[in-house]
Nanobody, 123 residues
């Protein structure tokens, strides 16, 4: 029904920047809330950022606020995560997520998930 595909990951030095993209295809008319999660080796998946359907509300984990920016372009069915001042602890597989709900609960309850894109930050 809905397919999410992340891109833009790669290897970057500490202090550098990356822009991740998540392209949605299929039935995308009711993807109200979208977000980004990440999972480092041997650790549980954690919330990174979320955004409501109109882009007027955004949420971030405390460690990312001020460094990461989530945005969306509904005309292109794409969500972005701009990351600056990257740190080695940001190294993880980053996953795009979406759900068809009008309630803005950004940290949980997602229905659709992408396969992930690797972000590696060297020191």
């Amino acid at each position: 029904q809905v397919h999410l595909e992340e891109s833009g990951g790669g290897l970057v030095q500490a202090g550098g920047s990356l822009r991740l993209s998540c392209a949605a295809s299929g039935h995308t008319f009711s993807l109200y809330t979208m977000g980004w999660f990440r999972q480092a080796p041997g650790k549980e998946r954690e919330f990174v950022a979320g955004i409501n359907w109109s882009g007027t509300e955004t949420s971030y984990a405390d460690s990312e606020k001020g460094r990461f920016t989530i945005s969306r372009d509904n005309a292109k069915n794409t969500v972005y995560l701009q990351m600056i001042t990257l740190k080695p602890e940001d190294t993880a597989v980053y996953y795009c997520a979406a759900k068809g709900s009008s309630y803005y609960i950004p940290t949980s309850g997602y229905t659709y998930w992408g396969q992930g894109t690797q972000v590696t930050v060297s020191s």
